[in-house]
């Protein structure tokens, strides 16, 4: 079984302050890497994608991949109010067609002003 | 560009009927992925569809089908349903980076 896993937190961040969320998957030829956002209520909102080690930077946003660990972070910086939200770890294995994605059960980030 | 739009937005159902789902991709988007969540299982993977054909499946019954139409329009049918099958139904839509884009969903609730 092929497995996702992340913090169910919720991980509580003051604002302005860097929020880290960790994700670990269990399939080791897993190719491609997502974080997506959920808003209470919302579908995902895809926010960043990462196919190889090493670090993304996009705005505020920066995801980190470790495949030799099985690792991918994110983290958030100077947070906002409307960063508050859960943050689903979504991982694609590359073998069976790019529209079949394995979630964690997601990450939920409260941001407090 | 339009996104995803599934419709309906929000139905109610009783056990034993069925229903079907409708899904319209973001343009130039032939691979089309239904999801379903729920509080307590997270999202899970139904089905992809691509080029008309069926790509790949979950773990699901065989009352959860679906079939995609030429204009990459898709469709999705759960039969004689469950209370269990109360869940945000999600489409999905992606290129071959893998990046997929959900529409707002679609809400069943299974009386």
């Known amino acids: 079984q092929k497995e996702v896993e992340q913090n169910s937190g919720p991980l509580s961040v003051p604002e302005g302050a860097i929020a880290s969320l960790n994700c670990t998957y269990s399939?080791?030829?897993?190719?491609?890497f997502f974080w997506y956002r959920q808003y209470s209520g919302k579908s995902p909102e895809l926010i960043m994608s990462?196919?190889?080690?090493g670090d993304k930077e996009d705005g505020r946003f920066t995801a980190q991949l470790n495949k030799a660990s099985q690792y991918v972070s994110l983290l958030i910086r100077d947070s906002q109010p409307s960063d508050s939200a859960t943050y689903l770890c979504?991982?694609?294995?590359?073998?069976?067609?790019?529209?079949?994605?394995?979630f964690g059960a997601g990450t939920q980030v409260v941001v407090t002003p | 560009k339009a996104g995803v739009t599934q419709t309906p937005r929000y139905l109610i159902k009783t056990r034993g009927q069925q229903v079907t789902l409708s899904c319209s991709p973001i343009?130039?988007?032939?691979?089309v992925s239904w999801y379903q969540q729920t509080p307590g299982q997270g999202l899970q993977f139904l089905f992809e569809?691509?080029?008309?054909?069926?790509?790949n499946k979950g773990n699901f019954p065989g009352r959860f089908s679906g079939r995609q139409f030429s204009n990459s329009r898709s469709e999705m049918n759960v039969s004689t349903l469950e209370l269990g099958d109360s869940a945000l139904y999600l489409c999905?839509?992606?290129?071959?980076?893998?990046?997929?884009?959900f529409g707002e969903g679609s809400r069943l609730t299974v009386l």
């Open positions: 999905a839509t992606g290129l071959s980076t893998g990046e997929l884009f």
């Open positions: 399939d080791r030829g897993s190719q491609s």
């Open positions: 979504a991982v694609n294995s590359g073998v069976e067609g790019w529209g079949k994605l394995q």
């Open positions: 569809y691509f080029s008309e054909t069926q790509r």
């Open positions: 343009s130039g988007h032939r691979s």
């Open positions: 990462i196919y190889s080690n």
